[in-house]
């Protein structure tokens, strides 16, 4: 079970990547389609309403991927076994 708000870094990947494909098509459409800027309007407000549908399971599979690989990352054991060699006990808080 995820703590609250887990998955708030895939809804993050989703409005970004989002954002980077909607900047993509809106510079080849200007390009392609030149001043017609209503066309371009509309075709970039069907394609805002249909990526992020589209990409949202493959944004929970990177964001799940990418929790993966740090949960997975080894931990800092040098300072657990520098505190048994001292004798010094592990605290029970972190004071901040």
């Known amino acids: ?35 017609n800027y209503q ?3 509309t075709i970039l407000f069907i394609s805002a309403l249909l990526f992020p549908v589209a990409f949202y399971h493959h944004s929970w599979s990177i964001w799940l991927g990418f929790d993966h690989v740090v949960e997975t990352l080894p931990k800092n054991t040098k300072q657990v076994s520098a505190l048994k060699e001292n004798g010094d006990e592990w605290p029970d808080e972190i004071e901040s």
């Open 39 to 41: 066309l371009v309007l």
């Open 1 to 35: 079970m995820r703590e609250e708000g887990f998955f708030v870094g895939a809804i993050l990947i989703n409005v970004v990547t989002t954002e980077i494909f909607i900047l993509i098509i809106y510079l080849i459409l200007l390009v392609l389609l030149g001043i």
